[in-house]
């Protein structure tokens, strides 16, 4: 820890709009007053604003409007002025074609509503697991001193006395309806007690993963990422949270101070240990390319490969968040990894304190929930990053919820052109498939399937499901749903779209998977492979206006986090001009 505080008082960044007489003053100070606010609360006290992901649409995100009164508590205790200004909503479950094709509008409004207004400190408030990265992601590029509190994951399901993790056991209630042991009436039952409080996925999906990255990089307080939505530690967390950004301010402390390289590699162990989702790779590197921290897949391989899987979470384990917070939730993690010399105990944190000195004297509660090592769900759980002909710059894999037995495997490629070719596709019984093969999957990447979606973990086909069998080694350019399971080779760089080798994979190609060597290998001569690519002509833009358009045009690989090329890097929180 090298932060220096501020002096205070000092005059902040709020103080170019409501401090002194001149005109613009007079503009900016008057009219907010016709919301009956007093006029001491423009006489120099950090104006925080709560940027709030809260709508109805994002259902996740749906009890937010709540959080942020306890936060407005908060800053109004610590001598703050808070304004709610309401942001950029990427929801995961309602958005089309995908969520993560907004991901990096969001960032970009959200980045503008920050240096455009007068705020000295935000509150991020976020959830659905898209506004996590987005806001994160702008606070980065702002460099205004910030901080996380989630909305915090649903309570448990239950279905017939079995727990229902959302969104894992969709994938599973799904399958058995092709497969058809489970009736559409049983599913709609099922679907009801997914669901049953607010709150994002109850499972280590990308929400809990990225609320635990949040933590793990230091940019919200020890102990947010599990506390559930309904619980009113979540209120007080909230509370606790507006107090806290305000003597942010006050000491100046940024983004910039926090998300140093070694709070990332924190962050890509703890993803490791938690048994996190593959969608914290795209989203920490967007980020850290945000920040000005070099980050790479190699440092997610190199980070993550000897880290123990500890949560036993589904989709890798059995239990939910509501028994993980239960038992210590993220702070134990971490306490773990830095008593295994894992951790980078001097990293900052948003409280002011090490990384350690928060952690250092909890207690696990349930050591079925936080597993010894020697018990872990997969000895080597970080994501792994292959490498090959098939994918020059690199594919990820999640080992904690694949089968093991598949992780060294050859088959013969079934290729679907698109996601339309798959779904058309997939159901017909003469499909010439069987459970050796592999299935591929292209133009599902960032630009091919504009924003990268989450198809990844394409269903079996009926007919092998109806056998008992439910894996097999898919490969694609796309993403897979934290909440997923399966034997899934994803992100695979450069995409289809941009002319990467998975372009010209062909039907009855023999395709190798060896993660245990990290390599992955399309089976043809290297003239062969430089024939096709030389033959490949690219697919013709889906948009022709619009952000669609400006998407796809500007839109980076996955192996460097998908953002867009020209939102790169930090731009600081100073506007063109100071008055209108």
């Not at 995961?92 to 920050?114: D, I, K, Q, W």
């Not at 990225?210 to 619980?231: F, K, Q, R």
């Not at 089976?523 to 492979?529: F, K, P, R, T, V």
Request: some cysteine; glycine content about 10%.
């Amino acid at each position: 820890m090298t932060f220096k505080p501020a002096a205070w008082p000092r005059k902040l960044r709020s103080q170019t709009w409501f401090g002194g007489t001149s005109k613009d003053n007079i503009y900016h100070r008057g009219w907010m007053k016709n919301q009956g606010f007093p006029p001491d609360l423009f006489d120099g006290r950090p104006v925080i604003g709560i940027l709030n992901t809260w709508s109805e649409l994002t259902p996740c995100n749906a009890h937010l409007r709540d959080l942020a009164e306890r936060v407005k508590h908060g800053i109004y205790e610590a001598g703050g002025f808070p304004v709610e200004v309401p942001v950029f909503s990427a929801s995961e479950s309602a958005f089309r074609p995908t969520a993560m094709m907004f991901r990096n509008l969001a960032a970009m409004a959200v980045e503008e509503a920050m240096r455009g207004q007068p705020m000295d400190g935000c509150v991020l408030m976020v959830g659905c697991d898209k506004t996590t990265p987005s806001l994160l992601m702008a606070a980065a590029s702002t460099d205004i001193p910030s901080i996380v509190v989630t909305g915090g994951p649903m309570l448990n399901g239950y279905y017939k006395n079995e727990r229902v993790g959302s969104g894992t056991h969709l994938w599973k209630f799904s399958e058995a309806v092709k497969a058809g042991t489970m009736t559409r009436e049983e599913f709609v039952d099922a679907e009801a007690s997914m669901s049953r409080s607010p709150g994002s996925c109850n499972t280590m999906g990308t929400a809990s993963t990225m609320a635990s990255m949040a933590e793990a990089l230091g940019m919200a307080l020890s102990g947010n990422a599990a506390i559930p939505a309904v619980d009113s530690r979540r209120r007080v967390m909230a509370q606790l949270t507006g107090r806290r950004i305000v003597q942010m301010v006050k000491d100046d402390l940024k983004p910039s101070d926090v998300m140093k390289k070694e709070a990332f590699e924190n962050a890509i162990r703890t993803n490791a240990a938690i048994g996190g989702s593959t969608n914290a790779v795209i989203h920490l590197l967007a980020i850290a390319g945000r920040v000005g921290v070099d980050l790479t897949l190699e440092d997610w391989d190199r980070c993550g490969r000897d880290v123990p899987t500890v949560v036993n979470l589904m989709p890798s384990g059995k239990y939910l968040m509501e028994e993980f917070f239960y038992a210590g939730g993220l702070p134990v993690v971490i306490k773990r990894l830095g008593e295994a010399g894992l951790l980078h105990k001097d990293a900052l944190t948003v409280s002011g304190e090490s990384a350690w000195d928060q952690v250092k004297d909890v207690v696990n509660h349930n050591d079925d929930v936080i597993l010894p090592a020697d018990k872990a769900l997969a000895q080597s759980g970080g994501v792994v990053v292959v490498k090959g002909n098939l994918a020059p710059k690199g594919a990820v894999l999640k080992p904690s919820a694949a089968t093991p037995a598949l992780l060294t495997h050859r088959g013969r490629a079934v290729v679907f052109e698109d996601i339309d070719d798959y779904k058309a596709k997939i159901n017909d019984e003469d499909l010439d498939i069987d459970e050796t093969c592999v299935m591929v999957l292209k133009n599902c990447g960032p630009k091919g399937y504009p924003g990268m979606a989450e198809v990844g973990n394409m269903g079996l086909p009926p007919k092998i499901l109806r056998r008992g069998i439910t894996d097999m080694v898919r490969i694609s350019d796309a993403r897979m749903s934290g909440t997923a399971y399966g034997t899934v080779v994803l992100h695979t760089s450069p995409e289809a779209a941009a002319g990467g080798p998975l372009a010209v994979v062909q039907n009855g190609d023999m395709i190798e998977l060896d993660v245990p060597n990290r390599r992955l290998h399309l089976d043809i001569s290297d003239a062969e492979l430089a024939a096709r690519l030389a033959a490949w002509k690219p697919i013709h833009p889906l948009y022709e206006s619009g952000y669609g358009w400006l998407h796809q045009r500007h839109v980076e690989g996955a192996d460097t986090g998908a953002d867009l090329d020209f939102l790169k890097g930090a731009r600081g929180n100073a506007v063109g001009k100071d008055s209108h």
